[in-house]
Structures are given as structure tokens and as C-alpha cells.
């Protein structure tokens, strides 16, 4: 069966259906983290504990105006998952990350995590919320964008799935740039300019 799908960028507007995505049960994960954790470097706690503090933070980045800090998707018309991207350099963690440090000097945005919930998963939301967040980026002008997807032959709970899988990229258009480790990759696609009208 269908259903209508939409992607909208994180905005003070669209910040309450942020919370009503990240409360609906078996958030715990994201109500800790908030998506702040590749945002800071040295100890960072995505624990129930932390979750106010990193809910500020991400509240302040939003309210702060720049670019938005992801896009909220929603199925028919209820908020049904969060992808998280932006310049590479808002993401000051992943220069910490044997895995996940530059491959090079070329200015990229990246796709750090993404969220579906539960009473929404496997219903290709993930996908949809990824050709969203291509055509979002093609918007702001971005040429290049990079993910670091999980490739393994074994599925993983669905908890540790932020980093989507390498498939789910694979199928949107992005290539393998460089393997650090045996079971992650750093994938790029090459973006287009976005025609003018």
C-alpha cells in the first residue's frame, strides 16, 4: 500500500515534529544523542542523562539560523524520520575517526546518521528520506556528498543502523572511495548543478 511521502529541512517551525518523531517508542537512542555526538569532539555521552543537554544543543544550531542541520521526513503527513547532513566540518568528530577521517581536500557535505521509526521501517522511508537529502543538497549548491555505511553480510539491529547500509547507497547513486575498516566504507556521489528556471 502507498503513502504520500515529504522531506522537510530542520527549522524552528519544524523543530515539534523533531520531538514527536524522537518520542515515539524506541527512540531511546536519538532522544540521547540528539544528533550531537559527530557534532563535538572529546567525552560525549548519548545516555537518557544527556539527552537534555544535547536536545539544547541541537535546538540552539537550529534556532542559530545557517544551514539546516537535516531534513525531518514525514508519512502522510506524521514526522517518520530524521537524516542528518551538512558540511563536512560541522561534523568535527569525524576527523577523530580511523574510519571515517578526509579522504582528501575536496569540500563535501556529509550523511552522518539517519533515523526511521519503528512503525515506519521497512516501508522504504530510509530511501526516500536519502533522495531527499541528494536533492536537498543539490539545492544548496553542494557537489559532492559522502556517507559511511555499514557493509557487512549479516544484518545488524536496527538500533545500530544510522549509518545505513551500503546497499541502500549503493542504490542512490554512491561509490565506494576508500575501506578502512572491513565492515564500513566511505561512499561519495558527485552531485549536479541544479538546472535554472
Keep these: 500500500m502507498g503513502y504520500a511521502f515529504e522531506a522537510r529541512p530542520l ?7 523533531l520531538e514527536e518523531l524522537f518520542a515515539i517508542r524506541g527512540g531511546s537512542i536519538v532522544r ?43 508519512v502522510d503527513g506524521a514526522p517518520a524520520g530524521w537524516i542528518s547532513l551538512g558540511p563536512r566540518e560541522d561534523y568535527a568528530r569525524l576527523e577523530r575517526s580511523r574510519v571515517m577521517k578526509a579522504v582528501d581536500d575536496q569540500p563535501v557535505w556529509s550523511i552522518v546518521c539517519a533515523f526511521v521509526a519503528k512503525p515506519h521501517r521497512g516501508r522504504g522511508v530510509h530511501h526516500k528520506l536519502l533522495d531527499a537529502a541528494v536533492r536537498y543538497a543539490r539545492e544548496q549548491g553542494v557537489r559532492m556528498l559522502e556517507a559511511y555505511p555499514v557493509d557487512k553480510p549479516e544484518r545488524s539491529h536496527d538500533d545500530f543502523m544510522f549509518f545505513g547500509s551500503r546497499s541502500l547507497y549503493e542504490r542512490a547513486g ?7 575498516s572491513p565492515t564500513r566504507v566511505v561512499m561519495r556521489r558527485k552531485l549536479r548543478r541544479t538546472p535554472r528556471r
Excluded: Q
Design 11 to 17: 527549522t524552528p517551525e519544524t523543530w515539534p515534529d
Design 32 to 74: 540521547g544523542c540528539w544528533c550531537m555526538y559527530y557534532r563535538r569532539t572529546g567525552p560525549m555521552s548519548v545516555s537518557a542523562a544527556a539527552g537534555p543537554g544535547n536536545k539544547r544543543d541541537l535546538r540552539a544550531l537550529v534556532d542559530g539560523g545557517g544551514v539546516s542541520p537535516g531534513l525531518v521526513g514525514y
Design 174 to 180: 554512491f561509490t565506494e572511495v576508500v575501506r578502512r
